[in-house]
């Protein structure tokens, strides 16, 4: 499943028991997800936003910079925090830890429900498209949370799940699905990860989409001490460019008077 040079295609039942196959995307798995470790049962928000973290802080160029040994690395590193805390939704991690909410901005959050079509997937990948800037969503559809995560510069368009699944009839853990362009990337989750499920209660096919990005850090007393002095040395300078522009005018009006007044 590891692959770092070229786009494959894919094939994975979905809930309703029923196989798709989707083209043009790259699987970089784990063998181990997130059961695997111990405390790592209910662990898939912490770890999620610790992916989403890792994402937004680490520019990604390519998906050669994503391996298995990354997925596992944030794995254990979010369950050893997660361990003894209790099951938390988003906003309560955001708030609950520094590493996320000084780092990361929830923009927006909402709340959807599955529809057969995917129409509501497809609007939420549609505004993610909007922002110029990285954006991750992390969409928590009860019993998983997962990581989406687009970077439009650099033409990242991934699914993060910390998760076990069954693709093309191979078992794996945790993995990127690494899309080509936005169509594989709403494919996936419309058909694979967040397939609307028929006959079962309305409310099973809720699902909430928070809208997360960098957050914009402030200066530092020095960086602002070092811009102020900055400001006032560069308008020092223009005040002194212009009274010496001055001088040279008056001291040239002076010669023209004197070579006149010798005529």
């Known amino acids: 499943f590891y692959s770092t040079n070229s786009y494959s295609s894919y094939t994975r039942t979905n809930q309703n028991n029923k196989e798709f196959l989707v083209n043009n995307i790259w ?14 049962d209910t662990s898939c928000t912490a770890i999620s936003l610790e992916m ?21 690395h944030i794995q254990s590193l979010a369950i050893k925090e997660d361990v003894h805390k209790g099951i938390k939704n988003v906003e309560e991690y955001h708030k609950s830890n520094a590493c996320y909410h000084n780092y990361m901005d929830i923009k927006n959050i909402e ?26 969503g992390i969409v928590t559809k009860p019993p998983i949370t997962i990581t989406v995560f687009i970077d439009k510069i650099h033409s990242i368009y991934l699914i993060f799940d910390s998760h076990a699944y069954m693709t093309n009839q191979v078992n794996h853990g945790a993995h ?46 020095r960086e602002e001490f070092l811009n102020r002095f900055s400001a006032m040395s560069n308008t020092t300078s223009d ?5 010496l522009y001055k001088q040279e005018q008056e001291i040239n009006q002076l010669k023209a008077q004197l070579q006149n007044t010798k005529i």
């Open 176 to 221: 990127f699905i690494c899309c080509k362009s936005p169509i594989e990337l709403k494919q996936c989750l419309i058909y694979w990860i967040l397939p609307y499920i028929k006959d079962i209660q309305s409310h099973y096919n809720f699902f909430q989409w928070h809208y997360v990005v960098k957050k914009e850090q402030k200066k530092s007393a």
């Open 27 to 40: 699987m970089i798995s784990s063998r181990k997800s997130q059961y695997d470790f111990k405390g790592g």
């Open 239 to 243: 005040e002194l460019k212009m009274k």
């Open 111 to 136: 709340t959807m429900e599955l529809v057969y079509n995917g129409k509501n997937i497809s609007s939420a990948i549609n505004t993610m498209l909007e922002y110029s800037e990285p954006i991750a």
């Open 52 to 72: 989403t973290r890792f994402l937004l802080l680490n520019p990604i160029l390519n998906y050669q910079y994503l391996t298995p040994y990354l997925v596992n």
